[in-house]
């Protein structure tokens, strides 16, 4: 019988899948940065936000706060757009939130594994974006109306759309993949 | 279509300095600044940070882009949010006997709403130490990715603390980013083969969900499975079992000392100044109020 694995772990899959994820979530942020949501302060459509939460489902909350981090510090050093950490923090966040059910999850098709991370997903853009949103009162002084209309409502709305509908399309995909894995 | 760094060797006096005491730097700097709203002490930072931000020696043809993405967001939380919304103000500035400048009142049609609006010295004031205040955040992390070179970050960061294994997380990030764009650009050009339109990402959101699915799908897909390889090689080099050392280090100067015992002591002076003499608030010189 297959022994679960710890959560917590950080073995040699965990730095591999983190620098993987980290690194296709930059460039595929970079390759999606041009599409500007209008209005939204600094926050473009990134359908690759799944990518984040999808590596966190697959391998535990590290790699999923490790590859939403790292992958907009890289997304952003590759687009030029400096380095924000709050709004990374925040990206990390949302794969975390996301790999809190990683070990819940059995073939990653099946209905129950598909509603566990998307209940993840929500929890993770609500507080990921949230924390980022709300810590420009803290950095460029707006206010909490501002923060949540400008900041925290275009980019929570766009990342659950994308997230809601990708995320369960890669994990299917997953499925297919991990058995030929034998991990 | 590559894939490349914004840093290039340009021998300027920040790439002297250990990327680990910049980014000491950095942080303390932000914590500082966050502090005050006095347009006065902000302008310290601004001189600084845009001290800073030169010794880079990068050009503006190379930071336009960067540039232009941050004046967007300072419009649209200047002008919109502290302007005409007057968000941000509150809590900050006084709401009470400010002085108007211009104003207007009108009644929308259809709803009835009533909108009062007026604009005062004391909003142009805040906005103005806003401006201040986020261009000297931007200019000291803007100009990271143009003078730190990627191979030291993993270093960097175990150097800031740190754990191994995520340091080294981050090296094997930065290194597959030229693979990664290469298999998305190859999966681009196979799909490209079978009609696929990328260019044409438009329409209602489903259609733009299916326009992008084949190309997300198959790239992470395919780099979970190269990651099957990497992991099995570094396990057969028994990865992880003992303390690892870096191809690329730093080494600490006397320089890099006194920057970051400067960084320290700026944030000290500044907490110092904020909580213990109540210096820092939002202040508006009396010249400019009319009498």
């Given at each position: 019988m297959e022994e679960k694995k710890s959560l917590w772990a950080f073995g040699t899959p965990e730095v591999v899948y983190s620098g993987i994820g980290a690194a296709l979530y930059g460039v595929l942020s970079w390759a999606t940065n041009l599409l500007q949501i209008p209005g939204a302060a600094n926050v473009s459509v990134r359908p690759a936000v799944a990518i984040p939460m999808f590596f966190g489902v697959a391998y535990g909350p590290w790699v999923g706060f490790i590859t939403g981090f790292l992958g907009t510090v890289i997304g952003d050093l590759i687009s030029g757009y400096g380095f924000w950490p709050w709004w990374a923090i925040g990206s990390g966040l949302m794969g975390f939130f996301t790999g809190l059910v990683a070990n819940q999850?059995?073939?990653?098709?099946?209905g129950s594994d598909i509603l566990k991370a998307e209940v993840m997903v929500i929890v993770g853009i609500v507080v990921g974006m949230g924390l980022a949103s709300l810590s420009e009162m803290w950095v460029s002084g707006v206010d909490m109306n501002t923060a949540i209309v400008f900041n925290f409502v275009p980019a929570a709305i766009t990342n659950l759309i994308w997230g809601l509908i990708l995320t369960p399309i890669l994990m299917v995909a997953y499925g297919a993949v991990k058995s030929r894995s034998g991990r | 279509m590559l894939v490349t760094w914004s840093?290039?060797?340009?021998?300027s006096l920040m790439e002297k300095i250990d990327p680990r005491a910049r980014w000491i730097f950095s942080l303390l700097f932000l914590f500082s600044i966050t502090l005050f709203w006095d347009l006065r002490i902000l302008l310290f930072f601004f001189v600084l940070a845009f001290s800073w931000y030169f010794?880079?020696?990068?050009?503006w043809r190379e930071t336009r882009r960067g540039w232009l993405f941050i004046l967007l967001i300072l419009f649209s939380m200047v002008?919109?949010?502290?302007?005409?919304?007057?968000?941000?103000?509150?809590?900050?500035?006084?709401?009470?006997g400010q002085h108007p400048i211009w104003g207007f009142i009108i009644t929308l049609p259809i709803t009835g709403w009533i909108i009062n609006f007026t604009l005062t010295i004391e909003r142009v004031w805040f906005a103005l130490a806003q401006i201040v205040r986020i261009l000297s955040i931007s200019a000291v992390f803007l100009i990271i990715p143009y003078s730190m070179d990627p191979r030291l970050y993993g270093f960097t960061f175990h150097g800031l603390g740190l754990p191994d294994r995520f340091a080294y997380s981050m090296d094997l990030a930065f290194r597959y980013v030229p693979t990664l764009a290469r298999d998305f650009i190859t999966t681009l050009d196979a799909q490209k083969a079978r009609g696929y339109e990328i260019e044409r990402v438009e329409g209602g959101l489903i259609r733009q969900i299916r326009r992008i699915a084949p190309l997300i799908v198959p790239v992470t897909m395919g780099s979970i499975l190269t990651g099957e390889d990497v992991i099995n090689a570094m396990d057969l080099r028994c990865f992880g079992l003992q303390k690892r050392t870096w191809v690329t280090i730093t080494t600490y100067h006397w320089y890099d000392y006194a920057l970051i015992i400067f960084s320290v002591l700026l944030l000290l002076g500044s907490l110092f100044l904020r909580y213990v003499l109540d210096i820092g608030s939002f202040w508006i010189p009396t010249w400019i109020l009319p009498s």
């Amino acid at each position: 019988m297959e022994e679960k694995k710890s959560l917590w772990a950080f073995g040699t899959p965990e730095v591999v899948y983190s620098g993987i994820g980290a690194a296709l979530y930059g460039v595929l942020s970079w390759a999606t940065n041009l599409l500007q949501i209008p209005g939204a302060a600094n926050v473009s459509v990134r359908p690759a936000v799944a990518i984040p939460m999808f590596f966190g489902v697959a391998y535990g909350p590290w790699v999923g706060f490790i590859t939403g981090f790292l992958g907009t510090v890289i997304g952003d050093l590759i687009s030029g757009y400096g380095f924000w950490p709050w709004w990374a923090i925040g990206s990390g966040l949302m794969g975390f939130f996301t790999g809190l059910v990683a070990n819940q999850m059995t073939d990653y098709k099946s209905g129950s594994d598909i509603l566990k991370a998307e209940v993840m997903v929500i929890v993770g853009i609500v507080v990921g974006m949230g924390l980022a949103s709300l810590s420009e009162m803290w950095v460029s002084g707006v206010d909490m109306n501002t923060a949540i209309v400008f900041n925290f409502v275009p980019a929570a709305i766009t990342n659950l759309i994308w997230g809601l509908i990708l995320t369960p399309i890669l994990m299917v995909a997953y499925g297919a993949v991990k058995s030929r894995s034998g991990r | 279509m590559l894939v490349t760094w914004s840093y290039r060797v340009r021998n300027s006096l920040m790439e002297k300095i250990d990327p680990r005491a910049r980014w000491i730097f950095s942080l303390l700097f932000l914590f500082s600044i966050t502090l005050f709203w006095d347009l006065r002490i902000l302008l310290f930072f601004f001189v600084l940070a845009f001290s800073w931000y030169f010794s880079a020696r990068t050009t503006w043809r190379e930071t336009r882009r960067g540039w232009l993405f941050i004046l967007l967001i300072l419009f649209s939380m200047v002008v919109v949010n502290v302007i005409i919304t007057s968000g941000g103000t509150a809590g900050i500035v006084d709401q009470e006997g400010q002085h108007p400048i211009w104003g207007f009142i009108i009644t929308l049609p259809i709803t009835g709403w009533i909108i009062n609006f007026t604009l005062t010295i004391e909003r142009v004031w805040f906005a103005l130490a806003q401006i201040v205040r986020i261009l000297s955040i931007s200019a000291v992390f803007l100009i990271i990715p143009y003078s730190m070179d990627p191979r030291l970050y993993g270093f960097t960061f175990h150097g800031l603390g740190l754990p191994d294994r995520f340091a080294y997380s981050m090296d094997l990030a930065f290194r597959y980013v030229p693979t990664l764009a290469r298999d998305f650009i190859t999966t681009l050009d196979a799909q490209k083969a079978r009609g696929y339109e990328i260019e044409r990402v438009e329409g209602g959101l489903i259609r733009q969900i299916r326009r992008i699915a084949p190309l997300i799908v198959p790239v992470t897909m395919g780099s979970i499975l190269t990651g099957e390889d990497v992991i099995n090689a570094m396990d057969l080099r028994c990865f992880g079992l003992q303390k690892r050392t870096w191809v690329t280090i730093t080494t600490y100067h006397w320089y890099d000392y006194a920057l970051i015992i400067f960084s320290v002591l700026l944030l000290l002076g500044s907490l110092f100044l904020r909580y213990v003499l109540d210096i820092g608030s939002f202040w508006i010189p009396t010249w400019i109020l009319p009498s």
